[in-house]
């Protein structure tokens, strides 16, 4: 039984859902905006918060967790934690916002911009 398990499942099995959520996490880190369908956008929206609650910490142990999460990229985490984290010092949460952009002309699927506030 499923109860209350509420993650997205974006129709994918576990491994390549897990794949997809770390790639969009690390776009967002790089470019600090995609563009993105909105199931997408609203299933890595916590993840880049924990990740950008994670820096905040900024201890060894939370480098080392991101880095789990990232996929061991060193540039990324390296650029959540010196350029990104402090940016949000006084902020208790709230780091990411979804902007809708309307419907994809080819499938008519709702297109958002998930961007760093």
């Known amino acids: 039984m499923r109860h209350r398990k509420t993650r997205h499942k ?3 099995d576990s491994a390549h859902r897990r794949s997809l ?3 969009l996490c ?12 909105q ?3 609203k299933a890595v929206k916590p993840e880049v918060e924990k990740l950008i609650t994670l820096a905040k910490r900024g201890d060894l142990h ?3 967790q991101a880095l789990s999460e990232l996929g061991q990229d060193r540039f990324m985490v390296h650029k959540l934690f010196e350029e990104i984290a402090p940016r949000y010092a006084e902020r208790p ?3 990411t916002r979804i902007v809708k952009l ?3 002309r080819s499938d008519s699927t709702e297109m ?3 961007e760093l506030v």
């Open 102 to 104: 309307g419907p994809r």
């Open 21 to 23: 959520l770390r790639n």
């Open 93 to 95: 949460g709230g780091y």
């Open 26 to 37: 690390r776009e967002v880190i790089e470019h600090e905006r995609i563009k993105t369908s």
């Open 62 to 64: 939370a480098r080392r």
């Open 39 to 41: 199931a997408k956008a």
């Open 112 to 114: 958002v911009l998930l």
């Open 10 to 12: 974006l129709s994918r």
